[in-house]
């Protein structure tokens, strides 16, 4: 569950993402995947994912976004069509440097809160 002040929704999802995907960067997997409320990924999947679906490459590490310096990140939070909540995806790196990896999480709207979906983690 993320708390997000009314018209600081952006603010509070990026840190919401960045602080997982900090858990991310040092591979504990396990912990990354329990930042969610619930994920469409399992471990397994994550994994898959991070070696672009390809068994016989190694698992990519993705930096600790806060790490980056001088990092780029396009707008990418949009609310759904219902008013029920926001999408983001945000765009990974590796070694400082942008890959053609990508996150996305949907942020469901709750009385006391934002629920939290791990929906994919893909090449663009």
């Avoid at 708390?3 to 997982?20: C, D, N, R, V």
């Avoid at 993705?62 to 396009?74: A, C, F, G, I, T």
């Avoid at 008013?83 to 990508?102: A, E, H, K, S």
Wanted: charged share 25%; aromatic share 12%.
């Amino acid at each position: 569950m993320v708390y997000a002040e009314k018209g600081k929704e952006q603010e509070s999802f990026i840190a919401f993402i960045e602080h997982a995907l900090g858990i991310l960067s040092e591979e504990n997997y396990t912990s990354f995947l329990a930042q969610f409320d619930s994920s469409r990924l399992s471990e397994q999947d994550l994994i898959s994912a991070l070696r672009y679906l390809d068994e016989t490459r190694p698992v990519l590490k993705v930096d600790d976004p806060v790490l980056v310096k001088n990092r780029y990140q396009e707008d990418c939070l949009a609310p759904f069509s219902d008013g029920g909540g926001f999408y983001l995806d945000y765009d990974l790196t590796t070694n400082g440097v942008g890959n053609d990896l990508t996150i996305q999480v949907e942020f469901w709207r709750e009385a006391d809160g934002y629920r939290t979906i791990l929906e994919d983690l893909h090449t663009l």
